[in-house]
């Protein structure tokens, strides 16, 4: 099936660093939604994102819907060891949801 | 409210096998989806369930199958195992089919199946 192209893979960064990670597709997409799954857990929605251009924030999250609607970005500011865990984004086109490869997150203390 | 919850979360078949996952959504969310994770090819849709009623199906084989009760409880079934089918099966769940309804999925914490 389709997969989004997410970057970078893995990140290694201090505490107290920013993070940025980003998908794009192909396709265009309706709705783009970013997930953090931490080790033997299902992913967990961090922000859901419905309109080209919509910039939301979810505590130290920000996540925008890009322009074009086939692109989306995921910061995380001031990261801390607990924002350790691999974060994914999905977007919906027609019924069905496709999910990038995923964004593997390392902080250290 | 408590969240999504699956069982088993742990299964250990052998090839030729078949095996039955079940899923139990939050409450009052009516729409269920499963999904399979695997290290390869990532998440990857597997069908959506609304109402008893398969709503979308994913590119998989006839060997893997659903259905949903009216409780909104849901199984998937996968018969004839093969190695490949190792993996972690993901069921989310969401209020309904449209919009923000639809699009905003929780997910269980999953089975992860290993057939040997």
């Known amino acids: 099936g389709q997969q989004l192209n997410q970057s970078p893979q893995s990140m290694f960064i201090q505490e107290g660093e920013d993070v940025s990670m980003n998908c794009t597709s192909s396709?265009?997409?309706?709705?783009w939604l970013w997930y953090k799954q931490d080790p033997g857990e299902g992913p967990v929605l961090l922000i859901a994102?419905?309109?080209?251009?919509e910039l939301t924030s979810n505590g130290r999250l920000t996540a925008q819907f890009g322009i074009t609607r086939k692109d989306s970005f995921l910061n995380i500011s001031a990261s801390i060891p607990s924002d350790v865990g691999i974060y994914f984004c999905?977007?919906?086109?027609?019924?069905?949801?496709?999910f990038g490869t995923g964004t593997s997150l390392t902080v250290i203390p | 409210k408590a969240g999504v919850t699956q069982t088993p979360r742990y299964l250990i078949k052998t090839r030729g096998q078949q095996v039955t996952l079940s899923c139990s959504p939050i409450?009052?969310?009516?729409?269920v989806s499963w999904y399979q994770q695997t290290p390869g090819q990532g998440l990857q849709f597997l069908f959506e369930?609304?109402?008893?009623?398969?709503?979308n199906k994913g590119n998989f084989p006839g060997r893997f199958s659903g259905r949903q009760f009216s409780n909104s409880r849901s199984e998937m079934n996968v018969s004839t195992l093969e190695l490949g089918d190792s993996a972690l099966y993901l069921c989310?769940?969401?209020?309904?089919?449209?919009?923000?309804?639809?699009?905003?999925?929780?997910f269980g914490p999953g089975t992860r199946l290993t057939v040997l």
């Open positions: 369930y609304f109402s008893e009623t398969q709503r």
């Open positions: 994102l419905y309109k080209a251009g």
């Open positions: 396709s265009i997409f309706n709705t």
């Open positions: 989310a769940s969401s209020w309904g089919t449209s919009g923000r309804a639809r699009d905003e999925q929780f």
């Open positions: 409450s009052g969310h009516r729409s």
């Open positions: 999905a977007g919906r086109s027609g019924n069905q949801f496709y």
